[in-house]
C-alpha cells in the first residue's frame, strides 16, 4: 500500500500540517511540531514552511 502525505483531519492543531506528517513519518506528532516552533522562533522559515505546506498538502479523504 503507497503511503501519501495529507494534513490530518484528526490531529490538528491549526490546519493539520504537523498531523499528517506525524503519521505519515510514524512520529509523535508534538515534536513536529516542536521542530516548527524552534525554526519559527529562528528566523521564522518554520512559520513560512508551515503556510506552504498548509496550502501545497491536500486535506485527507474521509
Given at each position: 500500500m503507497?503511503?501519501?502525505l495529507?494534513r490530518?483531519?484528526?490531529?490538528r492543531?491549526?490546519?493539520?500540517v ?6 505519515y ?6 515534536i513536529?511540531?516542536?521542530i ?7 528566523g521564522?522559515?518554520g ?7 498548509m496550502?501545497?498538502m491536500p486535506e485527507?479523504?474521509?
Amino acid at each position: 500500500m503507497d503511503k501519501k502525505l495529507y494534513r490530518s483531519t484528526r490531529d490538528r492543531k491549526i490546519a493539520g500540517v504537523c498531523g499528517g506528517i506525524g503519521e505519515y513519518a510514524n512520529v509523535d506528532p508534538t515534536i513536529i511540531r516542536a521542530i516548527f516552533a524552534i525554526f519559527a522562533i529562528w528566523g521564522g522559515s518554520g512559520l513560512l514552511i508551515y503556510l506552504a505546506l498548509m496550502f501545497i498538502m491536500p486535506e485527507q479523504p474521509y
